[in-house]
């Protein structure tokens, strides 16, 4: 019997190309020695989606199939699931109905999208993304955030904490200037106040190491512009470690669109949270005294972070939702 979408996806990605930089073809080299010099790369965090979402079908008993472009180009009525990122749209001409995201690039790279191509879907990872984009696509755009593997990303025991805190610096752009008027004057408040800390910086470590870190602290101090879902403080969050976030608000500052393609404002660092995930500040001046409260609400057990994670976000709940919404557009 033909399979059809209703028990079997048929999902697509491909991680964006590593350009050559200097000289025609460098991109092999540059990437050999990558490898050798940092080991095997981490997964970023467009493929972390893609690899959870697997992870969270495989728990249901659901199917799939990954980049079979032979059988859905054989079955143009089948629903094509481009998990992303965008150069899969142009890999084939497409005819089948697409459910497309989140792994997606804003719209002004691709205005017509929804008219040159057969998307009748796109969905972004967290809320303020939504907003940015329906201007552009209306009611064809939909939140969905991937699921955190709560049973890899558990708390472990108190005794094994080393430290206070592990600050966390996802500063993404001028990282020089925040280095001085963020970073530094955050180490200096915890030296004060007499609390241990280690740090991490993303982009510069292994997955592994990171879950190690977490294991070994009581705590965490986010710093990041803004984050689309921000799967690192949610992997925080599942392990029990409470979170003073920098959450400075104001406008998406990605250089490459901002300000002369898109103007678009307020975004978080920390689009999925509750009072149960720990505080938020929002600049440097706060922050003596958001860390005082902070660590005193940690004290007296205020912060129960992992109990969020499994009501929200759980691989299971988050890919029974993707499967309803491919539903819903082969219905």
């Not at 998307?119 to 329906?134: H, I, N, R, S």
């Not at 955030?145 to 904490?161: A, F, H, L, T």
């Amino acid at each position: 019997m033909k399979a059809s979408a209703r028990d079997v996806l048929n999902l697509f990605y491909d991680e964006e190309p590593n350009p050559d930089r200097w000289l025609a073809f460098d991109r092999y080299p540059r990437r050999l020695v990558h490898r050798l010099v940092r080991g095997k790369p981490n997964p970023g965090g467009q493929m972390r989606m893609f690899l959870n979402l697997c992870a969270g079908l495989d728990r249901l008993g659901v199917h799939y199939r990954v980049n079979d472009y032979r059988f859905i180009k054989s079955n143009p009525g089948e629903l094509a699931c481009i998990i992303g990122t965008p150069i899969v749209l142009d890999k084939i001409a497409w005819r089948n109905p697409i459910l497309y995201g989140p792994a997606v690039s804003p719209p002004v790279d691709d205005p017509l999208l929804l008219e040159r191509l057969p998307v009748k879907k796109v969905l972004v990872p967290g809320p303020w993304v939504e907003a940015m984009f329906k201007p552009y696509w209306g009611s064809a755009v939909q939140t969905w955030p991937v699921g955190i593997d709560v049973d890899r990303w558990q708390p472990i025991s108190q005794e094994k904490k080393q430290f206070d805190v592990l600050l966390y610096d996802k500063i993404l752009w001028e990282h020089d200037q925040l280095e001085l008027s963020l970073i530094e004057p955050i180490r200096a408040t915890l030296r004060k106040y007499g609390r241990s800390f280690t740090e991490i910086r993303y982009g510069f470590y292994r997955e592994e190491e990171y879950w190690e870190l977490l294991g070994r602290s009581q705590t965490m101090v986010f710093l990041c512009e803004h984050e689309s879902q921000g799967i690192a403080y949610q992997q925080a969050l599942s392990c029990g470690v409470p979170i003073l976030a920098w959450d400075r608000g104001g406008p998406w500052n990605d250089p490459a669109y901002y300000p002369h393609r898109i103007i678009y404002e307020p975004v978080t660092s920390v689009p999925y949270w509750d009072e149960r995930c720990g505080l938020r500040f929002t600049a440097i001046t706060q922050f003596d005294a958001a860390w005082a409260e902070f660590w005193d609400a940690f004290q007296r057990a205020c912060y129960t972070p992992r109990p969020y994670i499994m009501e929200n976000l759980t691989l299971e709940k988050c890919a029974r939702e993707y499967v309803k919404i491919a539903e819903t557009i082969v219905a």
